[in-house]
């Protein structure tokens, strides 16, 4: 079961760096690693966005969270990306955005 997240994780790298993000990666419990497939959370610039990967057995699911300034309808080709990548993996995917800027510091708290 591992493996299937850990293959998510690393093709949730390649589309974000492939969209030409500069990306810091973090492991469940918010440290700094250099393996993308070992992420479980990915921070995206310039646009201060979240990928967080949350394992949850059935309840597994990718969630993308965007800054103050970002729009939505300015990731919709990012998102649907996304969400289909999601839908090979049957994992699902949310969309949530937050009234502050994010930092990586924002999810260092949470363990998955």
């Not at 979240?50 to 300015?74: A, C, F, P, R």
């Not at 993996?89 to 990586?104: A, E, Q």
Request: with cysteine; proline share 3%.
């Amino acid at each position: 079961m591992t493996t299937l997240y850990d293959q998510l994780s690393g093709e949730l790298f390649d589309t974000l760096k492939g969209f030409g993000y500069l990306l810091s990666i973090y492991d469940d419990k918010g440290n700094r690693i250099f393996a993308p497939t070992k992420a479980r959370r990915i921070f995206c610039q310039p646009d201060k966005m979240m990928i967080s990967l949350d394992k949850n057995g059935d309840d597994s699911e990718v969630k993308m969270y965007l800054s103050k300034d970002t729009s939505i309808k300015s990731k919709e080709k990012l998102i649907s990306t996304l969400r289909n990548l999601c839908t090979r993996y049957n994992v699902l995917f949310n969309v949530r955005k937050y009234g502050k800027y994010l930092s990586p510091k924002d999810f260092a708290y949470r363990s998955i």
